[in-house]
Each structure stands twice: as structure tokens, then as C-alpha cells.
Nanobody, 116 residues
Framework: QVQLVESGGGLVQAGDSLRLSCAAS????????MSWYRQAPGKERELVAA????????NYADSVKGRFTISRDNAKNTVYLQMNSLKPEDTAVYYC?????????WGQGTQVTVSS
């Protein structure tokens, strides 16, 4: 079964930075397009960023463009999300999964809380 383990979240103030990590296993990570998603309380899960299997192309939601950077290390089967200039509206549980069709199995996510 696919395993996705997110980490790196926390409680920060507006304007701070965080770096999230997602360790993946039990699938061919290096040939898989990976993404970060987030789900805020009472809202649908949304796509935040995606990265091609070789890291050569990335896409971002308009709400995070210029502030967040997705990257990956295929040697470590890990995808990252560098989040700068955090805003209270970035508060959510963050998950990684493949894109465009996520695995049915999701990790536990990592909570990011941004205070104003």
C-alpha cells in the first residue's frame, strides 16, 4: 500500500516561513507527478502546487504563486513545499499525493496554523 508521510507543519506568525516534507514509499516515486494539497476547516481540499516527475515543471494555485515553492528529491523519494510570507488564510492541513488523480490512500497530513 502506498505510504505518504507529511511533516514540518506548525504554528507560526504571519510573514513567517515553513518547509514541509513528504516522504513517499511503495510506488515508483521518480516517475510520478506529485502535488501538495491543503484543506482548511469547513472547506474542500484544494490543490496548492504540483511538480513534474523530473522536477522540470511546476504549477501553483494563484493564491500561493510567488510565495510557495515545490521541489523534490527523487533520490530520497521526498517532495517539499517551501512556504514563505505565510498568511492566516494559509491555515490548513497540508497533504501530498500524486496528480492529477490522487492515490485513494492519503497520509495524515501536517497542520499549518498562521496567526495574524
Amino acid at each position: 500500500q502506498v505510504q505518504l508521510v507529511e511533516s514540518g507543519g506548525g504554528l507560526v506568525q504571519a510573514g513567517d516561513s515553513l518547509r514541509l516534507s513528504c516522504a513517499a514509499s511503495r510506488f515508483t516515486f521518480s516517475s510520478t507527478v506529485m502535488s501538495w494539497y491543503r484543506q482548511a476547516p469547513g472547506k474542500e481540499r484544494e490543490l496548492v502546487a504540483a511538480i513534474a516527475s523530473n522536477g522540470g515543471k511546476t504549477n501553483y494555485a494563484d493564491s500561493v504563486k510567488g510565495r510557495f515553492t515545490i521541489s523534490r528529491d527523487n533520490a530520497k523519494n521526498t517532495v517539499y513545499l517551501q512556504m514563505n510570507s505565510l498568511k492566516p488564510e494559509d491555515t490548513a492541513v497540508y497533504y501530498c499525493n500524486k496528480w492529477p488523480i490522487p492515490f485513494a490512500s492519503w497520509g495524515q497530513g501536517t497542520q499549518v496554523t498562521v496567526s495574524s
